[in-house]
């Protein structure tokens, strides 16, 4: 389970399951709505053989093979209305992440695969299954770089988002 926006990342594992003979499938969870039909499949698809002919092109020792159809699966069934927005499964998963494991979740690329994987365990489609959760969050702690930032120097249009509650269900006690 991998969070798709950019499709990289599935690009790059479907890739590397292809290559190395893994039958393994990705299950690819799209963390926006799609403007056009077969948009993430599309997506996913090019980067797939571009990122493989560069590869070869590089190393001919790097086979340049067929896009795996068979082994990608993909849901959109949490994306949500807008890029960014938390979700209410998603708000769940961040729930139960963290009185379960201590973990914190954001709402978009580690909330929305994580709900996923919830729906389908309850579902009983992961019995007898190994999972995992391909996490691309970013863990980093910028702070340092921002504990000086001045939001009010930043355009008008940008204060909200420093002085409302611009997505009410990331209201969330830590």
């Known amino acids: 389970y991998v969070a798709t926006g950019s499709c990289a990342t599935g690009a790059g594992l479907l890739l590397g399951l292809k290559i190395l003979g893994i039958p393994s499938k990705v299950v690819a969870v799209c963390v926006e709505p799609q403007d056009e039909p077969n948009t993430v499949f599309m997506g996913l698809q090019r980067l797939f053989k571009e990122a493989n002919q560069k590869l070869h092109d590089a190393d001919a020792s790097i086979p340049v093979v067929d896009f795996p159809v068979e082994q990608l699966i993909l849901n959109d069934t ?48 992961l019995e007898g299954k190994v999972v995992l959760f391909w996490n691309t969050y970013c863990g980093i702690d910028y702070s340092y770089m921002t504990h ?16 409302e509650d611009v997505q009410p269900l990331a209201k969330l006690v830590y």
Do not use: W
């Not at 992440?97 to 709900?115: C, H, M, Q, V, W």
């Open 78 to 125: 949490f994306c949500g209305t807008a890029y960014g927005l938390f979700i209410p499964e998603g708000q769940e998963a961040v729930r139960v992440f963290k009185d379960t494991e201590n973990i914190r979740l954001e709402g978009t690329y580690s909330a929305k695969p994580i709900a996923a994987i919830m729906a389908d365990a309850a579902q009983g489609l």
């Open 148 to 163: 000086m930032a001045q939001y009010q120097e930043l355009p008008h249009d940008f204060h909200r988002y420093f002085e």
